[in-house]
């Protein structure tokens, strides 16, 4: 790693140049890349280019590869179930896999109550069907979510988001509700979190009763914000959204689809407030990258007819490899290890602020760290 990264040759030279200018000749300009990089292989935390540049990965993939890329044990769990059967269709009958996995995530889900799961194929699908299955509990139609913050790019899931431009074929035909995303560090109402009450919380609560009194299905929103950066949320805050969905008889759907698995320092991010809801989604980090999409929820919430959702999610390979994921990130004390870590980097990234100067800030928990910039781009870890 002394010798990492290693930049040999201009990134995009060569046969990454190349490569690069068949991918915009076919491929749609709808596509987003973070990098001008074409990758070859990742190694743990080493991402090569087909250029034979390596470099150090501190996205963890774009938050989709929480061991690194091929830890051996998911790679070895891929190939015997590949071994073994690559795909059967999940509407046609019953597989061991399905049930090891729903058993293993049954134990450390922040749901109230008895859990109960649906797989798909991606966050995004997970975030979308926990919506519907909101509105189908509750006979209920509106829907609140936070301004700045990203839930996928399907259906209501996208409705959700506030990511305006692909959001302007959605806008009309979706009873959602949007509201200031609170940070408690940062708080556009100029409150501290030790005095204000959860000040936000009643604005909040305020706008349902004014806007969709009685109709509030559920509240989905990411638990540190993500969309612009990561938000601090007090524990008086979660606490008191909660109770608002409570008194509001909203359900509470939390995507968890870049928190977990284990990435701020718990299980889920919800485990830092100690705090349970009534569904939460996750996507294909949980899966080591593979395509992978779950909800989990109270039993009464998904307690739904045969047919009401998509029938063939939750491919076998994938849930091999989320089994591999969550063993392994348990059995090598990896939680435990990212929160000693992450604190440690934290602290490095603070001295560096210090000597920025003024405007710059370093906030975060576990490995999910972030340095922004005042009125600038931010930067996650």
């Not at 491929?27 to 990742?42: E, T």
């Not at 290890?337 to 800030?361: F, N, Q």
Request: hydrophobic share 45%.
């Amino acid at each position: 790693m002394r010798d990492i990264p290693r930049i040999s040759k201009p990134p995009t030279s060569g046969k990454a140049g190349e490569l690069i200018s068949r991918d915009v000749d076919l491929m749609s300009r709808s596509y987003r890349r973070a990098f001008p990089l074409v990758v070859k292989r990742v190694e743990g935390p080493v991402v090569e280019d087909v250029n034979g540049n390596r470099y150090i990965d501190l996205t963890s993939g774009l938050g989709l590869l929480p061991l690194g890329g091929n830890h051996p044990d998911v790679v070895k769990a891929v190939r015997d179930q590949l071994s073994e059967l690559s795909l059967y269709n999940p509407a046609a009958a019953h597989h061991e896999r399905i049930v090891e996995l729903a058993e293993e995530l049954s134990r450390i889900a922040p749901i109230r109550g008895d859990v109960r799961f649906v797989f798909c194929d991606s966050g995004g699908e997970a975030v979308d069907l926990a919506i519907r299955a909101a509105r189908w509990h509750s006979g209920r139609r509106a829907i609140l979510s936070f301004i700045g913050e990203y839930h996928g790019s399907v259906g209501e899931a996208l409705a959700a988001s506030t990511d305006l431009k692909p959001r302007r074929l959605l806008a009309e035909v979706s009873d959602i509700l949007y509201f200031p995303a609170s940070d408690c560090e940062n708080c556009p109402l100029g409150l501290r979190p030790e005095k204000c009450g959860a000040r936000c919380v009643e604005e909040m609560r305020g706008l349902v009763e004014a806007v969709a009194p009685g109709d509030l299905a559920g509240i989905v929103f990411n638990p540190l914000g993500l969309g612009r950066g990561i938000l601090a949320r007090s524990e008086r805050y979660v606490a008191g959204l909660l109770g608002a969905a409570r008194d509001l008889r909203a359900l509470v759907v939390a995507d968890e689809v870049l928190t977990a698995p284990a990435r701020t320092g718990r299980w889920f991010a919800l485990d830092r407030w100690n705090a349970k809801v009534d569904l939460v989604c996750l996507g294909a980090a949980l899966a080591s990258g593979l395509p992978i999409g779950v909800i989990a929820a109270r039993e009464d919430v998904l307690d739904l007819e045969p047919g009401m959702h998509e029938q063939s999610g939750g491919n076998v390979l994938s849930i091999a490899s989320a089994i591999a994921t969550l063993r392994v990130i348990r059995d090598e004390g990896l939680i435990e290890r990212g929160e000693r870590i992450g604190r440690r980097i934290l602290r490095r990234l603070r001295d560096l602020v210090d000597e920025l100067g003024a405007g710059w800030r370093a906030r975060g928990v576990g490995m999910l760290l972030c340095l922004e910039a005042a009125g600038g781009d931010i930067g996650m870890l």
